[in-house]
Nanobody
Framework: QVQLVEAGGGLVQAGGSLRLSCAASGRTVSSYAMGWFRQAPGKEREFVARINWSGANTDYADSVKGRFTISRDNAKNTVYLQMNSLKPEDTAVYYC?????????????????????WGQGTQVTVSS
């Protein structure tokens, strides 16, 4: 089993930045793909970014490309989401997810169903 704990959410003004972290425990996730998703009130959970096991391969939702950066530190069993130029429409609960995927391709990793483990989420609120 893998446990995931997100941190770093909060309230920020539009144009500001936040850095989310997701610490994994229970198992080394160096062979796991990791993803970030978000869910706003009344909306479905949506893909934000994903990173393959080595960190060499990433994908982003069009809405965050050029503003968000996903990265990982396998020595620390942690994945990060650097969020810059935040907009009010980025307001949501952000979730970290993991699945065993020792490959480079994205597979089913752009959808929530592609992941086996989820964190509890961290709230990000961007004020205008």
């Amino acid at each position: 089993q893998v446990q995931l704990v997100e941190a770093g959410g909060g309230l920020v003004q539009a144009g500001g930045s936040l850095r989310l972290s997701c610490a994994a425990s229970g198992r080394t996730v160096s062979s796991y793909a990791m993803g970030w998703f978000r869910q706003a009130p009344g909306k479905e959970r949506e893909f934000v970014a994903r990173i393959n096991w080595s960190g060499a391969n990433t994908d982003y939702a069009d809405s965050v490309k050029g503003r968000f950066t996903i990265s990982r530190d396998n020595a620390k069993n942690t994945v990060y989401l650097q969020m810059n130029s935040l907009k009010p429409e980025d307001t949501a609960v952000y979730y970290c997810a993991a699945t065993y995927w020792p490959y480079s391709g994205s597979g089913n990793l752009l959808w929530p169903a592609g992941y086996d483990y989820w964190g509890q989420g961290t709230q990000v609120t961007v004020s205008s």
